[in-house]
């Protein structure tokens, strides 16, 4: 399945406590599993006033979905083209 980057914009993203953060992967989680198999949450990453999330997906229309059910936006997704580590450089 294609890899994707999702930018949320969500201000003060970085101060959310533990027990928000937890209620929104749940609810995440809920969602994805009445989506099935065609859409997977990998990780995010935290930041001051975004979450970049990492999802493997059919597409970007079931993402934008898996967004409007959750009620967290997708501003931004991009499909991964490639990987670039540091193994590369040897």
Not at 11 to 24: F, K, S, Y
Not at 39 to 54: A, E
Request: proline share 6%; hydrophobic share 40%; with cysteine.
């Amino acid at each position: 399945m294609p890899k994707f980057v999702i930018e949320r914009e969500i201000p003060g993203a970085g101060n959310l406590t533990e027990a928000q953060l937890r209620e929104v992967a749940q609810k995440s989680v809920k969602v994805l599993n009445g989506l099935g198999p065609e859409i997977q949450w990998l990780h995010s990453y935290v930041t001051g006033d975004k979450v970049y999330c990492v999802y493997l997906a059919r597409d970007e229309a079931i993402i934008q979905e898996h967004a409007k059910r959750v009620g967290i936006p997708a501003n931004r997704i991009s499909a991964v083209r490639r990987l670039l580590d540091p193994t590369m450089a040897g």
